[in-house]
Antibody, heavy 115, light 108 residues
């Protein structure tokens, strides 16, 4: 089964951007859609967007449109999620998730935004 | 914006049956899935395509579907089942994904 390794915790100032990476093990990187989901402390799950690694096509949740970009490097079997114009309420754990039914989750990357 | 509605909390005693519902318009058109999240951990998939259970998930977990409502049923609840459960499904265009607000299952 594919395993996902996410990059380490980040601390950013308001207005900055953050780019989180997600490396997939195995040779199935182009098989499954990759999703990004975030969770603020004590809050629910918030879907951000998806990417189809083969085509590079993406889809983003309306609340993040214009601020989020999901990309991939097939040669590195790695996906990236970049969120710009950070605000304090972007402080959250960010998960990459793959699988037809979002069945494989990374351990999450904590992004803290404060001045 | 599309919404999936879950009760905020459900409480049951050990050995009893827990039922958690999820309501949303497009559940009559698209499959829904269920995730379990224990404190401090990433979610795990417990039910997919309304009723299917991954092989690693105990048999006491089951899912059902009727119209615009999904139901997650846990028979013979155990203390380790205490967690927050989320449903997930796409919108009518099958482009955007949504999660329900989550239901905290408390084992008394």
């Amino acid at each position: 089964q594919v395993q996902l390794v996410q990059s380490g915790a980040e601390v950013k100032e308001p207005g900055a951007s953050v780019k989180v990476s997600c490396k997939a093990s195995g040779n199935t990187f182009t098989t499954y859609e990759i999703n990004w989901v975030r969770q603020a402390t004590g809050q629910g799950l918030d879907w951000m967007g998806w990417l189809k690694p083969n085509s590079g096509n993406t889809g983003y949740a309306q609340k993040f449109q214009g601020r989020v970009t999901i990309t991939r490097d097939i040669s590195l079997t790695t996906a990236y999620m970049e969120l710009s114009s950070l605000r304090s309420d972007d402080t959250a754990v960010y998960y990459c998730v793959v699988g037809d039914y979002m069945d494989v989750w990374g351990k999450g990357t904590t992004v803290t935004v404060f001045s | 914006s599309y919404e999936l509605t879950q009760p905020p909390s459900v409480s049951v005693s050990p050995g009893q049956t827990a039922r958690i519902t999820c309501s949303g318009e497009t559940l009559s058109q698209h499959f829904g899935h269920w995730y379990q999240q224990r404190p401090g951990q990433a979610p795990i998939l417990v039910i997919y395509k309304n009723t299917e259970r991954p092989s690693r998930i105990p048999e006491r977990f089951s899912g059902s579907h009727s119209g615009t409502t999904l139901t997650l049923t846990i028979n013979g609840v155990q203390a380790e089942d205490e967690a927050v459960y989320y449903c997930q499904s796409p919108d009518s265009t099958n482009t955007y994904k949504f999660f329900g607000g989550g239901t905290k299952l408390t084992v008394l």
